[in-house]
């Protein structure tokens, strides 16, 4: 009983080991491939970058190392310990340009990225990371979305105010606006013009009405003000949590109302959002270049000053105090700031897509593909431990089938897709070029899936589905045979 018992303990000890230490590992190694793929994305020549295509040319001068593989996409391997190795792979696929939908017009300015962290046993170095006896022992997949930070106010003014009847300009308190107006706002309101006065607003004109007057940040930044916080250099719940001093160009997002004083002044050149009330006390001494984007009222008491423009949803009052509080439209702040933000960043979160790691019964089980009758498989194909592939199936050139993948009969998969993790392939399906299917998902049977698809983790495309070409399925949603996503 002494020598069962401690058989007992150590199974669980190494058990443990695998679902506390490994797993972890292999999100570790996903995540490292989001940051080596923003770093591939904004090292690029051409801005934005128009398509995902990491290279590898040792020969040339100097050498392309971008991956291991450049048919699956970018992919990095390393010892970890022994025969444990990791693994990473951000592939072609899984790589989406979402420019579109996010409402921009240059292709490549937004690419959804997905990242495959994998820890495997390496027994054989010569064959593939997921071929017998090799095998996975943790999988991770995540995605984020890589983009640049597009800023487009509704006019080239000094500031911008969707209620113009909430302003107040107090002694010592100036806007200037120069050869671009002091103002902008909606042309819906009453107030025809705001009246220039020498040295405290001016501008040509002083102000300009707009029918299409839109400072929402959908419209200015082309995204909500939660993914603006996702997308931030740094986030912040009040004026205490702030250094006095940011790193020019970045993006500060202030959650909640903004108070700044003498001892919490801010100066640099940046784009800072305030998610509710700005207040500039007397004297706080804030010297700011750039954007200044407020979704509450603005309270510019004497000290404050902003070479750039302003956005304000609420209220303003500029002055009042002992120095002077003054606004100027600067065109050359404006220009330098939108150069910096348009750069590829990654969102401060990571989307775990999937995350899988093998006991111990499964380790020891882990065995040879089980092929049936008149299967034909290109020598280019990669093949995972544990999976099981149909009478007269067809594997083309390049193609990656993950482990535990079941592949029912009468399947043809063409070159250069990629099968996830325990997905299901049902009778007489195909699988045109350049597709992905994502892990654990199910495709029926009698199916057709077009060229560049994209069928998500957990996905179900329906029996006799048809698929068109660059069709993307989300993560999770159903495909029906009428062209539905549900």
Not at 247 to 274: E, H, K, P, W, Y
Not at 287 to 310: C, H, P, Q, W, Y
Not at 349 to 367: I, K, M, N
Not at 388 to 398: A, C, M, R, Y
Request: with cysteine; aromatic share 6%.
């Amino acid at each position: 009983m002494v020598i069962y018992h401690a058989g007992f303990l150590a199974a669980n000890r190494r058990m443990g080991d695998v679902h506390s230490r490994l797993t972890p590992l292999a999100s570790s190694f996903a995540d490292s491939g989001l940051t080596d793929a923003l770093s591939w994305f904004t090292k690029q020549e051409t801005q934005p970058v128009p398509i995902f295509n990491p290279q590898l040319d040792p020969l040339a001068d100097p050498p392309i190392l971008d991956t291991l593989d450049p048919r699956i996409g970018l992919v990095r391997e390393f010892e970890v310990r022994g025969k444990l190795w990791g693994r990473y792979e951000i592939r072609k696929s899984s790589t989406i340009d979402i420019s579109k939908e996010s409402g921009m017009s240059s292709t490549g300015s937004v690419w959804d990225v997905g990242s495959i962290g994998m820890l495997y046993e390496r027994v054989d170095p010569l064959k593939a990371y997921n071929e017998y006896p090799n095998r996975i022992i943790s999988r991770t997949s995540m995605r984020t979305e890589i983009r640049g930070i597009p800023m487009t106010p509704p006019a080239p003014a000094a500031i911008g105010v969707a209620d113009p009847e909430n302003i107040s300009i107090l002694p010592g308190g100036k806007v200037i606006g120069g050869a671009k107006p002091a103002f902008s706002y909606p042309s819906t309101d009453p107030i025809n013009e705001v009246a220039p006065v020498p040295g405290v607003i001016t501008g040509t004109p002083t102000a300009v009405q707009l029918a299409s007057f839109d400072s929402s940040p959908e419209k200015v930044f082309k995204m909500s003000l939660g993914k603006l916080k996702e997308f931030a250099n740094l986030v912040v719940p009040s004026a205490a949590a702030l250094p006095e001093e940011v790193a020019n160009d970045r993006m500060v997002f202030v959650n909640g109302n903004l108070t700044l004083t003498s001892g919490r002044r801010q100066r640099g050149r940046m784009l800072l959002i305030v998610n509710g009330n700005l207040s500039a006390e007397d004297g706080n001494d804030t010297d700011i270049e750039g954007l200044v984007f407020v979704t509450g009222d603005a309270n510019l008491g004497g000290g404050f000053k902003l070479r750039g423009s302003m956005l304000v949803a609420g209220g303003l009052t500029i002055g009042g105090g002992l120095q002077a509080a003054e606004v100027r439209y600067d065109q050359t702040a404006i220009d330098s700031l939108k150069s910096s933000l348009s750069r590829y960043r990654a969102a401060r979160g990571r989307r775990l897509v999937d995350q899988t790691a093998a006991t111990l019964e499964e380790l020891d089980q882990s065995a040879a593909p089980q092929l049936g009758n008149n299967v034909t498989i290109d020598s280019t194909a990669m093949l995972g431990s544990g999976i099981t592939l149909g009478d007269n199936s067809e594997l083309k050139e390049f193609t990656s089938i993950s482990p535990e993948v079941t592949i029912e009969n009468d399947v043809r998969i063409n070159k250069e897709c990629s099968i996830g993790f325990g997905a299901t392939i049902g009778n007489q399906t195909f699988i045109d070029d350049y597709s992905y299917v994502g892990d654990r998902a199910h495709i029926g049977q009698m199916v057709q899936i077009g060229k560049g698809c994209q069928i998500g983790a957990g996905a179900t495309v329906m029996d006799g589905a048809i698929v068109p070409d660059g069709t993307v399925v989300p993560a999770g949603m159903t495909f029906t045979p009428g062209g539905v996503i549900q």
